[in-house]
């Protein structure tokens, strides 16, 4: 009965800019925490970002300085702003949401041209 659905994702040439969101559909009445994940082949879904309700954010150390993650708790909606993109982070992107358990999206897909 949630359903979140990712956006945004493209392809883009290293040093460029994408915004991803998240928008959570459905039976919500509140949205704990919510984060971003990213995935490439043959490897281990990894956190790259977290926000909880009031708004702490957690980033993991290789997009420190370069993404930025925040919500609209109006719109039930999350965002990634991902700027100076690097091929490294080519992967598939995934939100997911704590909403009496955990949600996850289908994923985005991000590319990053050299």
């Known amino acids: 009965q949630v359903q979140l659905v990712e956006s945004g994702g493209g392809l ?5 800019s994408l915004r991803l969101s998240c928008a959570a ?8 925490s919510m984060g971003w994940y990213r995935q490439a082949p043959g490897k281990q879904r ?8 009031g708004g702490v954010t957690n980033y ?3 997009v420190k ?4 993650i925040s919500r609209d708790n109006s719109k039930n909606t999350v965002y990634l702003q991902m700027n100076s993109l690097k091929p490294e982070d080519t992967d598939v992107y995934y939100c997911n949401a704590f909403i009496r ?3 996850w999206g289908r994923g985005t897909q991000v590319t990053v041209s050299s």
Request: no cysteine.
């Open 12 to 16: 883009v040439q290293a040093g460029g």
């Open 25 to 32: 559909s459905g039976s919500i009445i509140s949205i704990g």
């Open 46 to 53: 990894e956190l790259v970002a977290g926000i909880t309700r």
């Open 60 to 62: 993991a150390d290789s």
């Open 65 to 68: 300085g370069r993404f930025t």
């Open 101 to 103: 358990t955990v949600y």
